[in-house]
């Protein structure tokens, strides 16, 4: 691990069209933090941790990300509006455009990799403009030891240039900020954005095709944990739905907060070398190991501070998509390596807030595939005034705007592996019971804890079941420690009526939804849908 020194190690950036530059190789956290106070692009919090402003963008731009269509991916890409294609020969001037913009100047490169599983293992040397990118580097893959430096050779090339604006006219981009992917070249070429996720999610979306296309191995958007027993459990869901909460468990071991590969072996690992996390409302009675991990090393994004230095979570003046990078090791209760074996649990975690879906129901392969490329939750109505109905939330197996093939891949990938080592595949509403947003209430992440850990310690397995009339989920009629009414959603609402009504309506959105990938899948799938 690379901590507080810089390693004597002189690189040229000349084999990528950068000359005459100023190189800043393999800083430590400490420098890097030093320089971005002194350029005055960031100011310590009270917490020790660096506090910096992204500038435009505060988000991901999903419309202007792009994939380079070639040889190697026109015939295999999901071509759409989440995988957009670009002009090789486009591609190839913009980025002579971003080189020489970055020639002569001060910049900042780091060696790392992703998959912390060897056999998977991704080199990724990534060239940044500003200090606090590269910060997020080191906080967000894996590093390297210094031993492992001297051979480094890197298998993809991350270009960040935040400064750098696009001219689409010219460039073939829709804006002056881009995020494009070649899969050919293997670079990914950022600008135009300080935003740090933009980084992250570019390596995420190159491996979600190169691990299946050449792998033979599913990337998820998950956490993951391991208990005592090395059982593994798998937590997919979106934004709003629980999933760093509930995969942080006192009594397993994290793996990772976010994404992670299943290999052939059998083996879950994870992606990266650290977490990144939404602060918005962060107490540290609610999220102590992401409270507690904000100290000197971590980079808060776009947060208001105090006068002395304290960060005010609850002030999306900025953005509400305020965030935290930190390296894995600022948690305590972390497996070492990053790998975990014997997956036995998957769970769907969905915020459903019409109020309709259990608050845990087993699937079968099929209904664990249609769920899996549905990926279900719902937006909490009530944010803009005259809305009163929640909104439903489609993302294609969890993370639509990083999966450059086809959804139905992924979810027969998922099915087949769910079959050969008999997992357990559950969904789990964290949402709303007793009614809809507005009239039930949310489900007590006591019951969700409850119901989580009767899973995982197989209590579930020999319990009666009933059969959902509409979805055709099975709800187990009892579980330790939850009432035995709040495990039929129709048994919470005092109109019987009303909920076979909205649960007509949310059966209906999910069938018009999946419309447009029942061309692509098999039978066994479009049979694990609502049958209405």
Known sequence: MLANKQITKSISLEDYGIFNAQVHYQLSPE????????????????????????????????????????????????????????DSEKFDDLYEKVVDYLSEKEVFVRDAYACSDEN??????????????????????????????????????????????????????????????????????????????????G???????????????L????????????????????????KTTLSADPKRKLIGDDEHGWTKENTIFNFEGGCYAKVVNLTEENEPDIFRAIKPGAILENVILGENGDVDFENTTITPNTRVSYPIYHID?????????????????TADAFGVLPPISKLNPGQAAYHFISGYTAKVAGTEAGIDEPTPNFSACFGAPFM?????????????????????????????????YGTGSRMKLK??????????????????????????LEMPTECENVPSEVLNPRQTWKDKDAYDAKALHLAKTFNENFKKFAESANEEILNGGPII
């Not at 190169?210 to 033979?216: F, G, M, S």
């Not at 990337?219 to 629980?242: E, Q, V, Y």
């Not at 209760?333 to 975690?349: C, D, M, Q, R, T």
Request: hydrophobic share 40%; net charge neutral.
């Open 31 to 86: 420098e890097l933090h030093q320089i971005t106070i002194e350029n005055g692009q960031g100011v310590e919090a009270s917490s020790g941790a660096l506090a910096v402003n992204t500038g435009e963008f505060t988000g991901r731009s999903p419309k202007d990300r792009f994939l380079v269509e070639d040889d190697e991916t026109k015939d295999r890409v999901w071509w759409g509006d989440i995988n957009i294609p670009f």
């Open 120 to 201: 998977y293992r991704l080199n990724i040397r990534v060239v940044n403009e500003y200090p606090w990118s590269n910060l997020f580097v080191y906080n967000m893959f894996l590093r390297p030891e210094e031993s492992e430096l001297k051979n480094f050779k890197e298998d993809w090339v991350v270009i960040n240039a935040p400064g750098f604006k696009a001219d689409p006219s010219r460039d073939g981009t829709r804006q002056a900020n881009f995020s494009i992917l070649n899969f050919t070249k293997k670079i990914a070429l950022i600008g135009g954005s300080g935003y740090t996720g933009e980084i992250k999610k």
């Open 203 to 217: 390596i995420f979306s190159a491996l979600n095709f190169i691990l299946p296309v050449h792998k033979n191995t």
């Open 219 to 242: 990337p998820m958007h998950c956490s993951a944990n391991i208990g005592k027993n090395n059982d593994t459990a798998i937590f997919f869901g979106l934004s709003g739905t629980g």
């Open 333 to 349: 209760n972390i497996a070492v390596p990053s790998v975990g074996k014997n997956p036995e649990n998957i769970f769907f975690l």
């Open 404 to 436: 450059p093939l086809h959804p139905t891949e992924y979810g027969e990938m998922l099915s087949k592996k769910m079959k050969e080592n008999k997992v357990n595949v559950w969904l789990v509403n964290t949402g709303w019971t007793g009614g809809a």
């Open 447 to 472: 019951y969700t804890r409850a119901m989580i850990d009767a899973a995982l310690d197989g209590k579930l397995q020999d319990v009666a079941y009933a059969k959902h009339p509409l979805f055709g």
